[in-house]
């Protein structure tokens, strides 16, 4: 069956640090990855996307995410993190068959001055 | 930002009563799809649909029902409405179902006392 895992419910981090935000995802065929962020009050917004190719991907808001195929991974990144990417992050992975969406629980991310 | 609007943006009902919540999408995508959020769960699929009159069950489809009579709009019903189906629902659309990205309305609070 198909799952996305995301370990980290919430994460601290400080202005400036660098960030990974971690998924794994359970899927039998090519998958097609996504990382959404959620504000609070609002809907999901998509940051990037893997469908196939480089296995790194870059989004908007200067994160990126690699593709391991061997570690079932498609972690988030981002080298220097901004206040107002406080928000919720998901991560998903897209199927052919059924054409459904699986989500993570999501990690909400909190950044300190 | 796709065009798509929910109505309404928040609803109190009471416990047995029938609701409807409305999408409505201006992209003109063939795939539409209901989630709810709920702490700790991410966003978890209840019904959607592939084209006009065609729709399929989700992840959490007991207690809704779903119509799409026409390409833009998807209708989400609670025949009667119970206190665990106090959530937040968003809609998403897509144009080539699971292998390409979803965009989503800004979402419904309801709650169901």
């Known amino acids: 069956a198909q799952s996305v895992t995301q370990p980290d419910i919430h994460i601290t981090v400080s202005e400036g640090a660098s960030l990974e935000l971690r998924c794994n995802y359970s899927y039998g065929a090519t998958p097609y990855l996504f990382w959404y962020v959620q504000s609070p009050g609002q809907g999901l917004q998509l940051l990037l996307k893997?469908?196939?190719?480089?296995?790194l991907v870059q989004g908007i808001k200067g994160f990126e995410a690699e593709f391991k195929r061997s570690q079932s991974s498609f972690n988030l990144r981002k080298p220097s993190v901004h206040w107002s990417d406080a928000a919720e992050y998901f991560c998903a992975v897209g199927t052919t068959t059924g054409n459904q969406f699986y989500f993570g629980t999501g990690t909400s991310l909190t950044v300190i001055p | 930002d796709a065009g798509i609007t929910q109505s309404p943006r928040h609803k109190v009902t009471e416990t047995g009563t029938p609701v409807t919540l409305r999408c409505h999408q201006t992209?003109?995508?063939?795939?539409m799809y209901w989630y709810r959020q709920d702490p700790g769960h991410g966003l978890r699929l209840i019904h959607y649909s592939y084209g006009v009159k065609d729709t399929d069950k989700g992840e959490v489809s007991d207690g809704y029902s779903v119509s799409r009579s026409k390409t833009e709009d998807f209708l989400l019903t609670l025949e009667s409405a119970t206190s665990s189906q106090t959530s937040v629902y968003f809609c998403a659309i897509s144009s080539s179902g699971g292998t390409d990205t979803q965009y989503f309305g800004p979402g419904t609070r309801l709650t169901v006392l």
């Open positions: 992209e003109n995508h063939r795939y």
């Open positions: 893997y469908f196939s190719g480089d296995t």
